[in-house]
């Protein structure tokens, strides 16, 4: 009988326990979705997966050495994936298009980029632009490239499947309907309900589940390479990272910048110096929504701990959090930090909705964020 083996990590063993029984019982879905938190290492297993399903070893696979292996491993081989991109990247030429010896980048050339990046740290939560999107185009792409091949097995990955904009939905709900024989789909999401029901109907739910701290700290060591410090990974990264070695990773460049504005966005709109404030504000940038809601994101963090503060439970972010002092601010009880941290949060969805410049939105949070308190 022929042996799976998927590589990760432990706190996600059970949910490559399940598949690996269904591949050893040769009942694996043609189509799984797998979904959960971002930075947790989704696309890591898709690949794991899309491996093991190509591999030909009689013995144990993935083996890592055989041809189908060498292809799901290879970013050249990019109709085996369909990824979020630009709309000028999208509408490049193709390859077929483009004559021999022109230096103008294909749609292709764009995609293997990205697939390299996914390959290079499958973590990482930055590769795609936030207004990148799965058209319709590059499905269609992907469906003719299936006129092409062989009776080998194939695997198609789609990364970030939310990004599918509706008529690309519509397309690929067509070819799951009627799943080519020695073929599989892989999707991998973190916002499973921006999807079309239909598509999440047809396919196996996998929810992969946050890594342990520890374990986080470890894959963040690995990720940033040889010349890393453990220092360089503090609790207060961990902390804010919830179980994902992608949002640390982004943590060790960003976050001593969003903790020590958190603190002094605490500190300063309960001094009511808002002149400071808004200043530190304005040298932040925050004009994009994402920054906004990333710092909004670490203020939460630090509202909650000041909480627990209070109660001597264990912190998340200690390092900021002693930054703010709070025992400063005697006035300043569990039901005011309460009603500050629904502030937060109601400012998270005004920032969301983008009717109102990021900007103002946080000056007019600091002077409410302890309205009746100062
Ligand atoms: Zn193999």
Redesign the pocket.
Known sequence: MIEYRLKGPVSQERQRIRLMASLRENRFPQAILIDGPVGIGKKALAIEIA?AL????PNM??????????MAADAGVTDNWVVPMESKEAHAKSADDVSAGSSAKTVQDFKQAYIEEIFKNPYRIDIFDAGAEISVGLVRSMISAFALKGDRVRVVIVAEADRMNDSASNAFLKTLEEVPPNTYFILTTSSREKMLQTIRSRCLALHLLPLSDDEVRSETLRMLGEDADADDVTDDIVGLSVGSPGKALYYVENGKKWCELAAAFVKKSLLADYYDLFQDLAEAGMEEAADANRFLEVLSFLLSDLMRSRSGARLRIPATTALVNIDAFPRIDHSALELALNTVQETMSRVASRRTAPPMLLQSLAIKLFEGYK
């Open positions: 491996k190509q591999c030909s070893d696979r993935p083996c890592g050495h055989c041809f189908g292996c060498k």
